[in-house]
């Protein structure tokens, strides 16, 4: 149709019937055939002085230290109300206590993500507390030991395993189900780099992050028409109390590893944060099922 509209236009105007009162007719005709008659996006309407993430409900596994714990301080400093778990109830409890001392809102809730009812129990004492999960950042993993296939053991596989991917699947399980109650919300997955390439003698961390990033991928696939956004980012090394106990299992520094990556040094918590939020924010409305680099260029090589 768009054609034949074009072909008339052309016509008229060679043959002399293209006044302007035509010319507006026939583009009228024209723009209400393209029209496109989806709905426009929903305009962010918080204009809060206090944050962006104002009156925002934010869940985050494993945020007792390392990037979880920046990611739960930078959403509380940017008025969200943050509800966290970890294993580690002493430091949960002083995360917790130093944001409410900067005057943030944040609860710590003891809960192991390898264990269902503990992870349905977070969700369900999220939403009695607060009403809702807007966003959800499933942040907590394990390491695993630095040892080849043959001399890994069952027991460390299902641990890394189960708490790396199992723990993200049961986390979405019950985030997901809540969010379609209130028509809206944003996941993010905490995968890696090792998500992306091999790195001898880490089998089992490895494999649970590429499970990770495919199993963002098909719930985002599955979700994304109703308006719940679902990624996942890959940091690399990263000054974390997890990054530091690898390197001494490795028997090497801040130093060497940093020479891996383009950038020369190693990324800081805080950057992470910063793109956990941006990724969470009214801005982008049309990232789904994808996985953000943040190793500072290691996957550009």
């Given at each position: 149709m768009t054609r034949k509209l074009n072909a008339m236009n052309r016509r008229r105007l060679i043959l002399g019937g293209g006044t302007i009162a035509g010319v507006a007719a026939i583009a009228n005709v024209t723009a209400k055939a393209q029209a496109n008659p989806q709905p426009p996006l929903p305009q962010a309407t918080d204009t809060s002085s206090r944050g962006r993430f104002s009156g925002k409900v934010v869940l985050i596994t494993g945020a007792t230290s390392g990037i979880g714990e920046a990611t739960a301080k930078a959403f509380a400093k940017e008025g969200a109300i943050v509800h966290f778990c970890g294993r580690r109830e002493a430091l949960g409890a002083q995360v917790a206590q130093s944001i409410r001392a900067t005057g943030g809102q944040a609860t710590y809730q003891k809960a192991d993500i390898r264990r269902e009812q503990e992870i349905r129990s977070l969700v369900e004492t999220c939403v009695a507390k607060y009403g809702r999960i807007d966003i959800a950042f499933n942040n907590a993993g394990i390491e695993s030991k630095p040892l080849t296939v043959a001399e890994q053991s069952l027991e460390d596989w299902m641990n890394v395993m189960t708490t790396n991917a199992t723990g993200t699947f049961l986390s979405m399980k019950y985030e997901i189900p809540i969010m379609l109650q209130q028509g809206s919300g944003v996941i993010i997955n905490n995968a890696s780099v090792s998500g992306h390439v091999g790195f001898a003698t880490i089998a089992p961390y490895s494999a649970s992050k590429h499970a990770i990033m495919s199993l963002t991928k098909v719930a985002a696939l599955e979700y994304a028409d109703k308006n719940i956004r679902i990624n996942s980012l890959s940091p690399g090394a990263v000054d974390t109390p997890m990054l530091r106990r690898a390197l001494a299992a490795w028997n090497t520094n801040f130093e060497t590893v940093a020479q891996e990556y383009p950038i020369k040094r190693i990324v800081q918590v805080d950057?992470?944060?910063?793109?956990?939020?941006?990724?969470?924010?009214?801005?982008?409305?049309?990232?789904?099922?994808?996985?953000?680099?943040?190793?500072g260029g290691y996957l550009t090589k």
């Open positions: 950057e992470i944060a910063k793109t956990v939020l941006w990724l969470s924010s009214a801005d982008p409305t049309c990232i789904v099922g994808t996985d953000i680099d943040v190793t």
